[in-house]
């Protein structure tokens, strides 16, 4: 009876190492994820991002390969293990820069998120930037702004007078 039994058992435990021998294994899709906490504004580089293997169900939607994420810049800070996705990056322009400016209307910040599209102006009226590209908020008052090179130098000199201003687009 022992025997018996024992066989029985030994037919199920093979029938069960075929079954799961010849399931389909799940499919798996490579994302690129912060290797550590990164700042934004900061061009990424082979040490900031890895490359992890998650179910398709879990993949972000814009999720950027590898070889898109070099090189660009986040808008915001990012977490070590958080997936990088192309609203995360900004674009890969070598004639924009960005500057960080410090706004003569406080409560303006609130206001702002990384993305938002601004005027820069100055306390003469000056505008410095058209719809430049706000790529991070402080707290206080001080944006970071990305726009064109010459546009990001003049705002860079205006900074040295004072705070200045932004028009929401």
Known sequence: MLLHLRRILAGLLALVAVGVAVLPVDPTVNVVVAARDLAPG???GADDVRVVAVPPSLSPSGAVP??????????????SGEPLTDARLAPADPDVSSVAIRLADAGVVGLLRPGSRVDVVSAESHVLAADASVVAVREGEVVV?????????????????GPLAVILR
């Open 145 to 161: 702004i990305s726009a064109e090179r010459a546009s990001a130098h003049r705002i860079a000199a205006a900074t040295l007078a």
């Open 66 to 79: 590898e070889r898109d994420a070099l090189g660009r810049r986040l808008v915001s800070a990012a977490r």
């Open 42 to 44: 900061v061009p990424l």
